[in-house]
């Protein structure tokens, strides 16, 4: 069982669609990232959470820590938004333990 | 936020030569790590680069396949050694800051022939 879980691996949505990704840790963090790469390997990242929540234009990020658990939401999809969004939790020393990723296809 | 640049942004190499990886960041930073992204994967830390001192490695990849050096705050090398097309990856350095997250590079793709 990886340390760092998200779900789905591939998720195809139609513009306008409200979107989320989830993921769940089993290790011990001091935050968790949401990132986003796009086809070219470029990484950017969105969130850096370590409780409640957090908001940036369509996007959402919330964390349960009780939980172990994290989701990314995305209102009023966009082609654009299109890219693999990981999570990555924040180990001691800053290291990053990372999900699987998830594709998210937008169709306008 | 750190602005992050690395050369070569990719490269086509043989079997058994090495190549060297540069990651250059515009302000000093205390924390800076190496990542490998290989086909279809997801990243893997490599290990911390630390300044003045040995990087630190993480499970899985040693100093005689990746030397790092780290001779100042803004600057490290990542060696990928004796490479073999199972090394054919997306290289990635990122920096650390406290209280806004990491940064990462652009990337270094890799292909070994």
């Known amino acids: 069982k990886n340390e760092v879980e998200q779900s789905p691996q591939n998720l195809t949505a139609q513009e306008g669609e409200f979107i989320t990704i989830n993921c769940s840790y089993s290790v011990g963090i001091s935050a968790l990232h949401w990132l986003q790469q796009h086809p070219g390997g470029g990484i950017v990242s969105l969130f850096m959470?370590?409780?409640g929540k957090k908001k940036h234009g369509r996007l959402i990020a919330t964390i349960n820590i009780q939980e172990k658990h994290s989701s990314l939401h995305i209102t009023a999809s966009h082609p654009r938004d299109s890219a693999v969004y990981i999570c990555?939790?924040?180990?001691?020393?800053?290291?990053?333990?990372f999900g699987e990723g998830t594709q998210l296809t937008v169709n306008p | 936020s750190a602005v992050i640049s690395q050369k070569p942004s990719r490269d086509i190499c043989q079997r058994g030569t090495s190549l060297t990886i540069q990651c250059q960041v515009d302000?000093?930073?205390?924390?800076m790590f190496w990542y490998r992204q290989q086909p279809g994967q997801s990243l893997t830390l490599i290990a911390t680069?630390?300044?003045?001192?040995?990087?630190?490695?993480e499970s899985g990849f040693v100093i005689d396949k990746f030397p790092i050096s780290r001779p100042n705050l803004t600057f490290s090398t990542l060696t990928v050694s004796n490479m073999s097309p199972e090394d054919s990856s997306i290289y990635l350095c990122?920096?650390?800051?406290?209280?806004?997250?990491?940064?990462f590079g652009p990337g270094t793709r890799l292909t070994v022939l």
């Open positions: 302000s000093q930073v205390t924390m």
């Open positions: 990555a939790a924040v180990r001691s020393g800053s290291r990053l333990t």
């Open positions: 959470l370590s409780s």
């Open positions: 990122s920096v650390s800051e406290a209280t806004r997250g990491q940064f």
């Open positions: 680069a630390n300044q003045g001192s040995e990087a630190t490695y």
